[in-house]
């Protein structure tokens, strides 16, 4: 199933050549059909000569309607824009096409209606020219007339070829169903409908209605009843939920997206024909190393999906812009919202901008000079888990993915990610700290690890343990240097010793014989468990302190789950090892058996 939104002027036919292409009626509201004027969003579908079933959101072409109309279009990946051939290109025209320059709408087709009233050629040459200069340059153009039918079959045909060029939508991407109808169905309850772009919604499924859980009652596709329907789709969703949703409320995959108040975004001002070339907001100075300053009203409204919510803006240098938002949205960063000044004067273009989401948590802007560098760290940022990384330093792989973005790399430890070059710093510091600590506290056998986590600013312990190296280990709660204390220079030195050959394979544990001639007996090798020296895995199997942190750092990054032998080849290590280290790792809850072969790593609780 594919979705088109339909775009263009007052009276220039578009519901006409809906009603044509479907044999349905978009508009629905008496007083709709009454005056000939669309009000509302309309719905209808058909089924193209390939087979493929096309359904099109209708809306409004008249100016008081132009945030209804943003609510039909937000969602959609394709546009049949629609222009009079006896009117031509008309200001409405003119402010769709901004529109849908701003939310990035690359795939359409131009319909040239009332062809049997005036020569479409003049409109048709017009509209591709404006066209083009908004990202539309390949749509299609056709000749056609709702009323005599002349051009709609081919323009059928136009479509199918359309949609079939449409990129295929992500069944596995988390839902973001935008609300843009809500009624109530006797016997049944709430009924949301909207256009689901991506994932997948079940009956049975729970999603997230703002605050609360929203259960799915009952599903339809194009008025017939369905058990599931992934993206492109209009949907129907009868639901159980606490509140009554409204248009511009999202239906959620819980924890796939980040309801944020604030962003930091990079704005794209949309000229209209005709306008300055410095853009409708105006460009006013220039920015860090030369770039443009834009110039935008105070308080705009911006619109993503079927939501239109007013917001501050804060300049913070060249085309990054701070935008306070009046209520949380769900966003994800690549998200492009849609900046419009709803209180211009009748006649002007009243769409600014585009706005490109770089940051959906943005940090605070607290010391003097602050904006202008957050604009410069932004200003070639693209938006993905590196540069989001760079700003936050260290995400749970749970927040990079509901910011919308997968991790790049692997975990430093257990689900957490950090930026390379900060955790190496840290390693860095955490060396620094520790000898810092031991010179002010001599009398103190090592540093606590949960003072060194303070020190740091780290959110867990484990994160300390994951950055301890050599000769850095943990003993009894403290961070220490070098042998424990307490045990005989000769132990120390088989330690050490030990350390040096296990410092190249740190998984593959010395058998026996090998113990033995180090020096270390069981006497001695309990000496050093119980004085932190060493990890005892199982009986006669030891490794260094903080190695089963690491093992599992390391199978974390296996795909998920895992087999012994899996596990092995990823620790290079023999069998005698992996075993012991695996029941190790799941008595520590770090992994977790699934079955006689399997395991996955587990989060930290």
């Avoid at 240097?481 to 132990?491: A, D, K, N, Q, R």
Wanted: charged share 25%; proline share 9%; net charge positive.
């Amino acid at each position: 199933m594919h979705v088109v939104a339909t775009a263009g002027h007052v009276d220039h036919g578009k519901s006409t050549l809906v009603r044509a292409l479907t044999g349905m009626e978009p508009d629905r509201l008496a007083e709709e059909r009454r005056r000939g004027l669309t009000i509302e969003l309309g719905y209808a579908w058909t089924t193209l000569p390939s087979g493929e079933r096309l359904a099109f959101v209708d809306v409004p072409g008249h100016e008081r309607f132009l945030g209804t109309m943003l609510a039909g279009v937000g969602p959609a990946p394709a546009v049949m824009f629609v222009v009079a051939a006896d009117e031509g290109w008309m200001p409405q025209s003119e402010e769709h096409l901004v529109a849908l320059e701003a939310l990035g709408v690359r795939h359409g087709l131009l319909a040239v209606t009332r062809a049997d009233l005036a020569d479409p050629g003049p409109a048709i040459e017009r509209a591709r020219s404006r066209l083009a200069a908004a990202g539309l340059g390949g749509a299609e153009a056709l000749a056609v007339s709702g009323r005599t039918g002349r051009g709609v079959e081919e323009l059928r045909h136009a479509l199918d070829r359309l949609v079939a060029r449409l990129p295929a939508p992500d069944p596995g991407a988390p839902v973001r169903l935008w609300i843009d109808r809500v009624f109530s169905v006797r016997g049944s309850g709430t009924v949301v409908t909207g256009t689901l772009p991506a994932g997948r919604i079940a009956v049975g499924d729970e999603l997230v209605l703002g605050d609360a859980p929203a259960r799915v009652r009952t599903l339809e596709c194009l008025k017939e009843q369905v058990s599931s329907v992934t993206g492109v789709a209009r949907v129907a969703v009868n639901l159980r939920a606490a509140e009554v949703p409204g248009r511009g409320q999202a239906l959620l995959t819980p924890g796939g997206w980040t309801p944020t108040g604030l962003v930091d975004v990079r704005v794209s001002p949309v000229p209209a024909a005709g306008a300055d070339p410095r853009g409708p907001a105006g460009r006013t100075g220039r920015g860090r190393e030369g770039e443009p300053e834009v110039a935008l009203p105070g308080r705009l409204t911006a619109h993503i999906g079927s939501a239109a919510v007013v917001c501050e803006v804060r300049p913070l240098g060249g085309p990054i812009v701070r935008l306070r938002l009046a209520r949380p949205l769900p966003l994800h960063v690549g998200d492009v919202l849609l900046l419009r000044d709803p209180g211009r004067e009748r006649g002007e273009v009243r769409v600014l901008a585009g706005a490109r989401v770089l940051d959906v948590r943005p940090p605070p802007l607290e010391r003097r000079g602050a904006a202008r560098e957050r604009a410069a760290e932004l200003a070639a940022a693209v938006p993905d888990a590196a540069s989001l990384l760079g700003t936050h330093r260290l995400l749970r792989e749970g927040d990079l993915r509901a910011m919308g973005c997968v991790p790049g790399t692997g975990p430093v430890c257990g689900d957490w990610h950090a930026d390379p070059a900060y955790w190496s710093r840290l390693a860095g510091r955490l060396a620094e700290t520790v000898a810092r600590y031991a010179a002010g506290h001599p009398l103190e056998p090592g540093m606590p690890v949960e003072a060194a986590r303070h020190e740091l600013g780290l959110p867990e312990r484990r994160l300390v343990a994951a950055l301890l190296r050599p000769p850095l280990t943990v003993a009894d709660g403290r961070i220490v240097s070098g042998p424990p204390p307490g045990l005989p220079e000769p132990v120390a030195g088989a330690i050490r010793r030990l350390g040096a050959e296990l410092s190249a394979h740190p998984f593959l544990a010395p058998e026996a014989g090998r113990l033995a001639e180090l020096g270390l007996g069981p006497r001695e090798l309990a000496a050093a468990v119980r004085a932190g020296a060493l990890l005892r895995i199982a009986e006669g199997i030891v490794l260094q302190p903080g190695a089963d942190v690491r093992a599992a750092r390391l199978l974390a990054r296996l795909p998920q789950p895992f087999t012994v032998s899996q596990a092995r080849q990823a620790l290079a290590t023999s069998r005698r090892v992996a075993v012991p280290l695996l029941e190790h790792l799941d008595r520590k809850g770090l992994t977790e058996r699934l079955d006689d072969t399997h395991r996955r790593c587990r989060p930290p609780s």
